[in-house]
């Protein structure tokens, strides 16, 4: 059976994301003349990855191997939002104390 590379598309879809949501996360700037960047570019061959990957095993894999695909999905996805949404606070507080710097 050929269902070894279903498995293998789920793996790296899940990895694919995982890779692309760490590398396009908001790094923390530590002064004002450090802008915060979100590397998009290198998280756009892993999305790539995950796309291709996940739409091949969404057309081929069992059922089994479609609801884990989601289920890493939707983990990763929350997993990205917390992390982005830790880091927020800080990114705004560091926009306000350099908007206030400035000004003065």
């Known amino acids: 059976m050929v269902a070894w590379r279903e498995g293998i598309a789920v793996a790296a879809a899940i990895i694919g994301l995982a890779i692309a949501g760490f590398l396009s ?7 004002c003349s450090t802008a915060h960047k979100i590397h998009w570019l290198l998280a756009a061959p892993f999305f790539s990855l995950f796309v291709v990957a996940g739409a091949y ?13 989601f289920i890493a999905v939707a ?5 990205y939002v917390a992390g982005l949404s830790s880091s927020l606070p800080m990114v705004f507080e560091t926009e306000v104390g ?7």
């Open 98 to 104: 350099c908007a206030a710097q400035g000004a003065r």
């Open 75 to 79: 983990v990763i996805i929350a997993g």
């Open 57 to 69: 095993a969404i057309a081929k894999g069992s059922l089994a191997q479609r609801i884990i695909l």
């Open 25 to 31: 996360s908001l790094p923390p700037a530590s002064e």
